[in-house]
């Protein structure tokens, strides 16, 4: 589990999302969605990853490190949240876009 999650921290962009290319990004790779920086939920997921590493922490008796991932997942959360939820449409964007792109 250790490995994944840091093979999944590797993958983070400067805004602390998993980038959606160069590690074998799915259907979008070769779309008119191009080019994008992240996808809602890629980086959903990487959320939950660290929640559920969380859980599992505080299941093996690391109380610490329990503690330390679950405010790391109520900040990224937060950040999820706020980078994706779009207010004028009351639902999640399912992309970022890059910069260069807008959106």
Known sequence: MAKAYEFL?????????PKNFGVGHGWIEGG???????EFYHSGLAVAAIR????LSQLT?????AKSLMQEFAKEQKQLN???WSP????FSR????????G
């Open 9 to 17: 921290r590797s993958t983070y962009d400067a805004n602390g999302f």
């Open 32 to 38: 008119p969605m191009l080019p994008i920086e992240s």
């Open 61 to 65: 008796g690391k109380e610490a490190e």
């Open 82 to 84: 706020e980078a994706f």
């Open 52 to 55: 559920g590493l969380a859980h």
């Open 95 to 102: 992309l970022r876009w890059i910069a260069t792109i807008g």
């Open 88 to 91: 004028e449409k009351k639902v």
